[in-house]
């Protein structure tokens, strides 16, 4: 007697793909993430420190470039593949956080013309000083949400309208006015104290 050797055999499925796996975030399987932490978090650190120079900020983006996955639903797998979209989006976002590291360097030099004009850092006390007060623009920046400063720094340093804003975000005009208000509502209260 002849019998099926098929069904006795274990079968040893291929891998999910990635299209699979991002179906399966979006169904709320956390393990899927996990999966493709694995299969693309050392691309996206590399970039990522490669980009931004400093190992922390790379695995903090890194974080932040997985967290997105989990939340979004931007990702077509029908219009390239997994690793390009997670390329563009953590060569997208470290460049953002380039452009806020010259905002708050620009918003410091700004500042600083406002507050030192005639009097040149001579003493101790005075660089100091100065670099507290950088230490407190950064960490207001910082304090806001990614969304509030990004629009922040297009209006202010890209020069864009909110209704350009809102077409290059692809988000309701409403939302950019309510997060550039909240924005800058929460700068002026971490600052007020350093302003006065």
């Given at each position: 007697?002849?019998?099926?050797?098929?069904?006795?055999?274990?079968?040893?499925?291929?891998?999910?793909?990635?299209?699979?796996?991002?179906?399966?975030i979006?169904?709320g399987?956390?393990s899927?993430l996990?999966?493709?932490?694995?299969?693309?978090?050392?691309?996206?650190?590399g970039?990522a420190l490669?980009?931004?120079?400093?190992?922390q900020e790379a695995?903090?983006l890194?974080q932040?470039i997985?967290?997105?996955?989990?939340?979004?639903?931007?990702y077509?797998?029908?219009?390239?593949?997994l690793s390009?979209?997670l390329?563009?989006?953590?060569?997208?976002?470290?460049?953002?956080k380039?452009?806020?590291?010259?905002?708050?360097?620009?918003?410091?030099d700004?500042?600083?013309?406002?507050t030192?004009?005639?009097?040149?850092?001579?003493?101790?006390f005075e660089?100091?000083s100065y670099?507290e007060?950088?230490q407190?623009?950064?960490n207001?920046l910082?304090?806001?949400s990614?969304n509030?400063r990004?629009?922040?720094e297009?209006?202010?340093y890209?020069?864009?309208?909110?209704?350009?804003?809102?077409?290059?975000?692809?988000?309701?005009?409403?939302?950019?006015?309510?997060?550039?208000r909240?924005?800058?509502?929460?700068?002026?209260?971490t600052?007020?104290?350093?302003?006065?």
């Amino acid at each position: 007697m002849h019998s099926d050797d098929s069904s006795s055999q274990p079968t040893n499925p291929s891998p999910p793909t990635d299209a699979e796996l991002f179906q399966a975030i979006k169904a709320g399987q956390r393990s899927a993430l996990g999966i493709l932490y694995d299969r693309y978090g050392k691309l996206v650190y590399g970039l990522a420190l490669h980009m931004l120079k400093n190992p922390q900020e790379a695995e903090d983006l890194t974080q932040e470039i997985f967290l997105a996955l989990w939340r979004s639903d931007r990702y077509n797998p029908t219009r390239g593949s997994l690793s390009s979209f997670l390329t563009i989006m953590t060569r997208s976002r470290a460049i953002d956080k380039l452009r806020s590291r010259q905002t708050s360097l620009k918003f410091l030099d700004r500042w600083s013309q406002n507050t030192t004009v005639e009097t040149p850092l001579n003493t101790p006390f005075e660089q100091a000083s100065y670099t507290e007060r950088s230490q407190q623009v950064q960490n207001a920046l910082a304090q806001l949400s990614d969304n509030q400063r990004q629009i922040l720094e297009m209006s202010y340093y890209d020069g864009l309208s909110q209704s350009e804003i809102a077409q290059q975000l692809d988000i309701p005009l409403g939302t950019v006015k309510t997060r550039s208000r909240q924005g800058l509502l929460k700068l002026r209260q971490t600052l007020q104290d350093f302003l006065r």
